[in-house]
């Protein structure tokens, strides 16, 4: 566990001094055909030392603060696994939407003028982020994955299933079919999204207390078969239909042990109704806290809501699916997942 500090303290230290990239890279991360990268945005898929130096000089701008003090670490066998959130620390501008009359529906009107009233042109924002590292026997990481909170400004909104397919240049795909077949039941079981079948479903998934699960929203970083079963019988009743690259998925394979990443979509539909309903939930959440970062929030959905209604019903978001699978007594299981929405990274700086 001693190793295991040291390498959170180097890694911590490295996103607050931001000096010598080189030697950051050299001292806390493997670099070999299976080190995977992945920051927030839709093409920050990164599995060489050039895209790895690229994203991490682009996160270098920001100041994250890791707070692994009350992270969870798992060991199994020879590999460490770091879950952790952070934040970062940004400005929150207004969106320009708001002056995009094509798109101006007179029921929201008054409830974004009475909360931009209450508030000035910015306010500080610090973003949350989620952190799951693995370390290999020599306690650099091989594979490293950010994550914000569940997306509700829908930044890669998509009105067509085709315009989903992105090429992303990644190590070559391992045959792995027993972990391809594994991940091809998860996908019937979210297709079909039967109710009645959660219980059969939760077989596919390691019986560890300790296990992590990580959704989509802040308060979806759950341990255990129980808590995560709330979640899926939640996404069944209420999300959406949630598709994954089962013939793209990034798979390396070590004897009993193996970890997966790849493309994956939600699909819903949202119309007039179901969005008015969210709006005035916002709405009356952030009247009724009264904070500058609640009424921001508000602010932040009803503008985007209301300039996605006019876009049509059909909503198309890509999304990125990982984890791990172990083998219990022969058989292969999940042992984490995790879901992850896209964002841009924010351009501009705190001094």
């Not at 995560?228 to 004897?255: M, P, Q, R, T």
């Amino acid at each position: 566990m001693h190793t295991i500090k040291e390498w959170m303290d180097k890694f911590q230290r490295g996103y607050i001094e931001k000096v010598n990239l080189e030697k950051f890279i050299n001292e806390t991360i493997t670099l070999d055909k299976n080190t995977i990268f992945l920051g927030t945005d839709l093409k920050n898929w990164c599995n060489n030392l050039e895209s790895i130096q690229s994203l991490i000089q682009k996160q270098w701008q920001f100041d994250y603060d890791f707070n692994f003090s009350e992270s969870i670490v798992e060991t199994h066998g020879p590999n460490t696994f770091i879950y952790s959130t952070a934040t970062i620390r940004v400005v929150d501008h207004m969106f320009p939407l708001l002056s995009k009359e094509d798109v101006v529906y007179e029921e929201v009107d008054y409830l974004i003028k009475e909360i931009c009233e209450k508030l000035a042109n910015h306010a500080y924002k610090r973003i949350p982020v989620r952190f799951t590292a693995i370390l290999d026997e020599t306690f650099k990481a091989h594979h490293i994955q950010f994550s914000y909170d569940a997306m509700i400004l829908w930044q890669y909104r998509f009105l067509e299933e085709d315009k989903l397919k992105l090429t992303i240049d990644m190590p070559a795909r391992s045959d792995a079919k027993e972990i391809r077949d594994l991940l091809g039941h998860f996908q019937s079981g979210y297709l079909k999204r039967d109710l009645n079948e959660v219980d059969a479903f939760m077989q596919l998934f390691t019986e560890n207390q300790k296990a992590v699960y990580i959704g989509t929203d802040a308060e979806e970083f759950l341990q255990g078969p129980d808590a995560l079963k709330e979640i899926i019988e939640s996404d069944w009743e209420y999300w959406g239909d949630f598709k994954i690259d089962l013939d793209g998925a990034v798979i390396v394979e070590k004897n009993d042990f193996a970890y997966f990443t790849t493309q994956a979509y939600i699909f819903k539909k949202h119309n007039h109704e179901s969005m008015m309903k969210g709006i005035s939930y916002y709405y009356n959440e952030a009247i009724k806290e009264n904070t500058a970062s609640s009424l921001i929030e508000g602010l932040r959905y009803m503008t985007h809501l209301k300039y996605e209604m006019d876009k049509g019903e059909d909503f198309f978001a890509p999304m990125r699916f990982s984890g791990f699978c172990i083998k219990e007594n022969g058989e292969w299981k999940f042992g984490h997942i995790q879901y992850s929405d896209y964002m841009h990274t924010p351009e501009k700086y705190i001094d």
